[in-house]
């Protein structure tokens, strides 16, 4: 196990085991280190499994929506650092759950990559409120990549 540095209070970011950590702040005092997770959202359960085989080297937590509902639901919970969304969902689709993510200030951090296998639905909008536009179908290394780079600190 590597050395690394560990940051407390409001100061910084910090990495422990090759996982990039988030700071749980409340009122201003760090409370506990919380690694980064992950938030799939797909209405295809083959493809969430792809997903989670593509992310698993990486050491973070990986949550799993099959829906814009269920995705809403999770997020209402938790605060994902990372959220890889489709847009062609049948109940709540991928903007309504990128409107909510982008107006919910307990996801302000949040970074939102769109996967989506229907390029035609990628407007101003989405690339606007989007951290990142991807099209299916994509290499799992690729996924891994972009999902990667959007966990580490900036």
């Known amino acids: 196990m590597r050395e690394t540095p560990y940051y407390w209070g ?3 970011w910090g990495e ?3 996982a990039i950590i988030d700071p749980m702040i409340e009122d201003g005092v760090t409370i506990r280190m919380q690694l980064k997770s992950i938030l799939l959202v797909d209405d295809e359960a083959t493809l969430l499994d792809l997903f989670s085989v593509a992310l698993r080297p ?11 509902m269920e995705a809403l639901t ?3 919970k938790d605060r994902p650092s990372v959220v890889v969304l489709d847009l062609a969902m049948p109940d709540v689709d991928g903007m309504q ?7 919910n200030p307990k996801l302000t951090h949040t970074k939102v990559i769109i996967l989506t296998a229907v390029p035609v639905m990628i ?6 409120l989007a951290d990142e ?3 299916k179908p994509i290499g799992m ?4 990549q972009a999902v990667q780079a959007h966990l580490e600190p900036q």
Request: glycine content about 8%; cysteine-free; proline content about 5%.
């Open 10 to 12: 409001n100061l910084s």
């Open 16 to 18: 422990t085991m090759g």
């Open 58 to 68: 990486l050491p973070n937590p990986i949550l799993r929506a099959t829906g814009g």
């Open 74 to 76: 999770i997020l209402d």
């Open 97 to 103: 759950v990128l409107e909510s993510i982008r107006n």
């Open 123 to 128: 407007d101003y909008q989405v690339v606007k």
């Open 133 to 135: 536009v991807l099209t």
């Open 141 to 144: 290394h690729a996924l891994r």
